[in-house]
């Protein structure tokens, strides 16, 4: 028999925990003792699971300082946008609505995360590799609200110019040490972008 939807809840919550306090004990061991001394077996310990554990979760330990869990999110508010927006008013929009939905330590976080990959070539690297996902899953959206496929040309380009966009943004976000909001900093690039990038 397959799980009830409450229990499936309930087990994707439970790992979405699980995730977020791998990601925690080895943030917080990153800045007590650098990126490079820190073992997956000191985070695995600190968090109180098995280092095979911690591997089900994040393949690398370069990973823990790389991936989040933005895309569902992303996916699921970019669907939602009303139909006349242009694509790239309509991921302005989304995009302002998951920032906007942060818990409140999560903007902290991801500028911890951010600072570890601009220090590190090889996290920076792995931050920039894992945009290709992220611009597969706005192509895919864009080109179902043009009513296109998702190999076309044109939802495929607007996905790649949208996530270039805010990974300068965030970059320069973190580098100014989060002066401003998140949200302000990439609700401004987007807006840019929007208006076609002059100057």
Avoid at 65 to 77: E, G, I, K, T, W
Wanted: proline share 5%; aromatic share 6%.
């Amino acid at each position: 028999m397959s799980s009830s939807p409450r229990a499936e809840g309930l087990r994707e919550r439970k790992k979405a925990k699980t995730r977020r306090t791998i990601q925690e004990h080895a943030l917080r061991l990153f800045a007590e003792q650098g990126y490079e001394a820190t073992t997956v077996e000191q985070i695995a310990e600190a968090a109180e699971i098995s280092p095979s554990t911690f591997f089900r979760y994040f393949p690398t330990k370069e990973d823990v300082a790389v991936q989040d869990a933005y895309d569902p999110a992303l996916a699921a508010a970019l669907a939602a946008q009303p139909a006349d927006l242009t694509p790239v008013a309509a991921v302005r929009a989304t995009v302002s609505a998951v920032l906007e939905g942060f818990p409140e330590d999560e903007e902290s976080q991801v500028l911890t995360r951010t600072r570890l990959q601009l220090k590190h070539t090889a996290l920076r690297a792995r931050a920039v590799d894992s945009m290709t996902t992220t611009i597969g899953m706005l192509a895919e959206g864009i080109a179902e609200r043009l009513g296109r496929d998702t190999t076309d040309p044109l939802s495929r380009a607007t996905a790649g110019a949208v996530a270039g966009v805010l990974l300068a943004a965030v970059f320069a976000w973190a580098e100014a040490d989060g002066a401003r909001r998140l949200a302000d900093v990439t609700d401004e690039a987007l807006g840019l972008l929007e208006a076609g990038l002059r100057p």
